[in-house]
């Protein structure tokens, strides 16, 4: 499977934006990226994925490189609740039908007021 | 409620002793998927039901370890002889069509 490599940890201002960053050098075609978020003492949370376009939701944006080698997460404006750990993955579409998220240590994000 | 639900919430057992763990999928939702998280670690995948389909039992750590999904709805993952490096919570998810995953709250086991 594609690996992602993303920062241990990142700070942000509330009410300021925030690019948490994912490289993914070795994708290939078949993969999606996908981003999940866990909040303290909670399962994870699906925040969004995409295949070559950028993409936005109620949640954040997903902003993804012509190579597709790399994807940034902007939330617009950081608020307290969105302290979590953000986690970047790489998944494969069989045609409807996917294995397992693997998940990476993602990076922590801490929101100040 | 709508979303995936799990039982118990928290489980206290004795080293040796089984548990059984239950998921109650969303409605619909054809893909299972089963984890596991240690105590300040990431998320260990166990198992994955997709439909009919024989399930994939790759990220089950022992043979102490097994799940069952009945009717396509409800799993129980059952842990025998329970070991201290059992202790983890366990994290259920579903998903239709593979799009987004709809984790439950989890089961937290200790095991004494």
């Known amino acids: 499977d594609a690996k992602t490599t993303q920062p241990n940890s990142m700070e942000s201002n509330e009410e300021e934006p925030v690019h948490l960053p994912c490289n993914h050098s070795t994708i290939s075609g078949t993969d999606y990226i996908h981003w999940y978020r866990q909040l303290p003492s909670q399962g994870p949370e699906y925040v969004i994925h995409g295949l070559t376009s950028n993409v936005n ?17 902007i939330l617009h404006r950081a608020t307290l609740r969105d302290a979590a750990v953000y986690y970047c993955i790489l998944r494969v579409n069989y045609g409807g039908s996917q294995g397992n998220l693997i998940f990476g240590k993602g990076t922590k994000l801490s929101v100040k007021p | 409620g709508a979303g995936v639900s799990q039982s118990p919430s928290n489980k206290v057992t004795e080293k040796g002793k089984d548990v059984e763990l239950r998921c109650d999928p969303i409605s619909g939702h054809t893909a299972l998927y089963w984890y596991r998280q240690s105590l300040g670690q990431g998320l260990e995948f166990l198992i994955y039901f997709q439909g009919n389909s024989a399930p994939d039992k790759s990220g089950l750590p022992s043979d102490r370890f097994s799940a069952e999904r009945t009717g396509g709805s409800v799993s129980t993952l059952t842990i025998q002889r329970t070991q201290q490096e059992d202790s983890a919570v366990y994290l259920c998810a579903s998903s239709l069509a593979g799009i987004a995953d709809f984790f439950g709250p989890g089961t937290r086991l200790t095991v004494l």
């Open chain 1, 57 to 73: 939701n109620r949640m954040a944006s997903l902003a993804i490189a012509e190579d597709r080698k790399s994807s940034t997460l």
